[in-house]
C-alpha cells in the first residue's frame, strides 16, 4: 500500500524528556510536513522540507527540531523546550512542481505530557 | 498564521439535508482545497478547485470560489451520518513557492441520523 505512516499512534512523555515522533512515506513525494493541532482548532505548521538535508521552520518550530536524511522519512523531535506539548501530530507530503496538487496526510500521533 | 477562515465553526443538520461550509482568505491563491478529518484522525483530500475556476463538483460535493470575494464554499447535499467530521479550507498562495498550504480553523459537522 502507498502511502504515509506515522508512529506511534499515542506517545506519554514525562516532563523535561525528548520524544521522537517518526513519519515515512512511499510516495516518492519530495516535500514533507509537520503540523501540530490542538483540540477543535485547525493545523499549524512546524517545519517543511522540500527536499534531502534542508528544512524550513513554520510558524510555530520553537521546541521542535527535525531531520531529513532520506527523501522517503521526516522524522520529528519534540524537545523539552516546547512546554506545551500535549497535541495532535501531522505529518504530509506532496509532490513539487505541480501547482495543482494534494497533499496527502498520515494517520497521526497524539502526544501526551505526563 | 492562519489564512483561512471557516463559517460556521459548527453545524448540526438532520440526514438528508444540505449542508453549506464558507471559507474567507487573505491573499491571492493558485488553488484552494477542503478537506475532512474524522475524529481522532488523518486529514482526507475532498476537492480542489483553481484559481481560474469557479465551481467545480465530486459526487455529492459542490465547491464554489470567489476570488474577487476571496471566499469559497462547500456544499454536501443529501447529507449522511458517515458525513460527520470536521472540514478545513487550505490555500495555495500564489507568490509563495513553498508549496505550503495554510489551513481554516475548520467547520465541526454533525449529521443527526
Known amino acids: 500500500d502507498g502511502g504515509i505512516t506515522q508512529s506511534p499512534k499515542y506517545l506519554f512523555r514525562k516532563e523535561g524528556q525528548n520524544v521522537t515522533l517518526s513519519c515515512e512515506q512511499n510516495?516518492?513525494?519530495?516535500?514533507m510536513y509537520w503540523y501540530r493541532q490542538d483540540p477543535g482548532q485547525g493545523l499549524r505548521l512546524i517545519y517543511y522540507s522540500q527536499i534531502v538535508n534542508d528544512f524550513q521552520k513554520g510558524d510555530i518550530a520553537e521546541g521542535y527540531s527535525v531531520s531529513r536524511e532520506k527523501k522517503e522519512s521526516f522524522p520529528l523531535t519534540v524537545t523539552s523546550a516546547q512546554k506545551n506539548p500535549t497535541a495532535f501530530y501531522l505529518c504530509a507530503s506532496r509532490s513539487l512542481g505541480i501547482t495543482y496538487n494534494e497533499q496527502f496526510f498520515g494517520p497521526g500521533t497524539r502526544l501526551t505530557v505526563l | 498564521s492562519q489564512q483561512g477562515e471557516e463559517d460556521p465553526q459548527a453545524l448540526s443538520i438532520q440526514e438528508g439535508e444540505n449542508a453549506t461550509m464558507n471559507c474567507s482568505y487573505k491573499?491571492?491563491?493558485?488553488?484552494l482545497q477542503w478537506y475532512r478529518q474524522n475524529s481522532g484522525r488523518g486529514l482526507v483530500h475532498l476537492i480542489l478547485?483553481?484559481?481560474?475556476?469557479r465551481e467545480k463538483h465530486s459526487g455529492r460535493l459542490r465547491v464554489t470560489l470567489d476570488t474577487s470575494k476571496k471566499s469559497s464554499s462547500l456544499l454536501i447535499t443529501a447529507s449522511r451520518a458517515a458525513d460527520t467530521a470536521s472540514y478545513f479550507c487550505?490555500?495555495?498562495?500564489?507568490?509563495?513557492?513553498?508549496?505550503?498550504?495554510?489551513f481554516g480553523s475548520g467547520t465541526r459537522l454533525l449529521v443527526r441520523p
Open positions: 487550505a490555500t495555495d498562495g500564489l507568490m509563495d513557492s513553498s508549496y505550503k498550504l495554510i
Open positions: 510516495l516518492n513525494h519530495d516535500a
Open positions: 478547485i483553481r484559481s481560474n475556476e
Open positions: 491573499t491571492s491563491i493558485n488553488n
